[in-house]
């Protein structure tokens, strides 16, 4: 299975070097989606997954994507939603539980970008395609906190969260900055978190550690079709392939 994972979604591409890396225009987003579809890809949602794991890895997963979003900026709620709810494809955003209604000011080179708030976090939750994980309390750099610093980031972002968002909220966890350690992991995995993700590429397979989930980070240069028509071939082979030796 492949896992996508996206950032910024907006028509203002002036951002620098840096921000292009992490952002697709909505048009972008339309042609990942159609051109997955179009080689037979299924875009399914990360609930899909924590429904009943044994059960899923018995099903055809070679074919099968889950997108998620890091940070929860507003401009998911304005541009990328639109396209969800227009192509029905499911998402789960990544949301830092203790800057809702914040910015990015963990990332100094990064032109100001706000983050959703609760509201609109909510707000983002009815059309039933969108759901929500955590990105941490304060997107620290988590393998420079002390054990007891570590779990009271996550239980703290995952109570927020899951108060704030009910049913709408998943007991997943995607890393800060992709950065972890071995403690780290140890500390996801004392959490309530279910699942871990990162920002090393590969498959998610059945024997991917739970808190070790690989993914394709999707950037400007994604949104031209035959540029990511070309990767999400390349990948399919390859995850079905790996898939087939897992077995």
Known sequence: MITLCLHHVSTATEGGAKYRQFLITPKGL?????????LGMEFISMADVLRDPQAFWQTNHA????????DGYENFLTYALPVHEREGCPA???AVAGKISGSNDWDPE????PLMSLEQMQQATRSGLITFGSHSLLH?????????ELSRDLQQSHQIL????????????AYPFGNYSQ??????????????????RGFWLPTTPSHEVPRFCVGFQDGYPFVFFAKCLRNRITAAIQSARSH
């Open 30 to 38: 339309t042609w990942v989606i159609r051109s997955a579809r179009a």
């Open 63 to 70: 074919n099968k994507i889950v997108m998620t979003y890091d």
């Open 92 to 94: 789960t955003v990544f």
């Open 110 to 113: 990064m032109p100001y970008s």
């Open 140 to 148: 620290s750099r988590l393998q420079t906190l002390t054990p007891d």
């Open 162 to 173: 899951a108060s704030g968002l009910g049913d709408s909220y998943l007991p997943v966890l």
């Open 183 to 200: 403690g780290v992991v140890d500390g996801a995995k004392d959490s309530p978190n279910k699942y871990a993700f990162t920002i090393k």
